[in-house]
């Protein structure tokens, strides 16, 4: 690990899509260049794209909206999204969102670090694969013991509710974080499974925690049928089930930069993270959260949802055939692929309950080699050293036996269970001696004191 060369400090690494759209940059890659495709980012089309509503692209901030915001956020825009859920989710239920059920953050990462910063001295279970920075937030957190849940790529990268209750029992969870659809895997849980997940959060009595960036991304809808799919659907009662919704504009509305997102669930959660933003954030980003609020009306969330599973749905085979004709490559875990076989052989890169479909989000850069022929061996360079081409350890490393890719979620498991293990004889061997010292020294001290004249 490197060290910083600064006292007090130690090296942070960059998440893992963090790290190589900074080391892209460093090669040439922006957001205009021609030659350059940004598929391993979570990155959505910013500008217009058909039938979407028309894109916000100025504002005029008043001075009144200049000054710091409201921890928690505007009321307006927290009253919109209560209502946004109300109206989508929430039809003919009793139990209603209201703006104290909500609380507005900058962004998806702040918002999952206020709710960290206001768990108490708990297990936290989160899945392996899933959104990557999971692990790297939540290792800064003492209060909490944050333990991995690994999913078996042979089925699908999916936990039936069975199997999550005896995880959660099993391990004495008191939250579980996840992300759903799963980034990466692109798996949903929706509907039957969805409303058994949120069962067993009441029933166990463990707050689920559910990240909903990509809820609107669902491509196996019907011609002109947007589908969203939310877990507060299924609450029962919106101030008692241990139910946590995290979304935002980043997403579902295309509106990367703004950094807004909000946090849904129950008062006492939303009191509690609202006072960890006053010490961690300050406040969302003020001016932006007045004209947030229109977004979110019901029927430009349905019509902006519309597009964009139209869009990219269209899209997202285009640019593969795209990238044949232009004679580019594919870039994974370090091989270098012609585009036209790595279409044919993209089966290979999916857990199986994801092969065949066209709604798989892999984590990939794309460049067009035709242009930059070194493009190849630049790319490598962006890779962690352990998955480059050629090496060593990785060559020899445990594989998957269907696709003979490294098992590195596997790995990370183990790497997580040994520590713990060793750590465990660590403090087994201290107490030892520590027990064996203190019995010596009451030892000697009892014949000293049966010596005559001691």
Known sequence: MEQSTIPGFRFVPRTGVIYVMHEAMRHGFSYDAPQWANLGQGSPETGPIPGAPPRIESLVIPASKQQYGPVAGNSDLRQAVADFYNTTFRRGKKSKYTRENVSIASGGRLALTRLASALGNINMGHFIPDYTAYEELL??????????????????????????????????????LASNPCNPTGQLVEEGELREWCGLARECQCSFIIDEFYSHYIYNTKPGAPRMVSAAAYVENVEKDPVIVVDGLTKNWRYPGWRISWTVGPKAVIEAIASAGSFLDGGANHPFQSIAAGLLDPQLAGQETAAIQKHFGETQADGHRRGCRAGGRVLHLGESFPA???????????????????????RRVLRRESRQPAG????????????????????????????GHQKVPQIAAAALRARAAASSLLYAGIFYIKIHAWLRWKHALFFASSIPGS
């Open 139 to 176: 290792s800064v957190f003492k209060a909490f013991t944050s333990i991995p849940i690994l999913l078996d790529g042979e089925a699908g990268y999916k936990i039936p509710a069975a199997a999550l209750k005896k995880e959660i029992l099993g391990r004495g969870l008191s939250a579980l």
């Open 340 to 362: 036209a076989e790595a279409i044919e052989r993209r089966d290979e890169f999916l857990p199986r309950g994801a092969q065949g479909k066209g709604d798989y989000r892999a």
């Open 376 to 403: 190849a061996r630049a790319l490598r360079k962006l890779l962690p050293r352990q998955f480059r081409a050629g090496n060593e350890k990785a060559r020899n490393g445990p594989r998957c036996p269907r696709t």
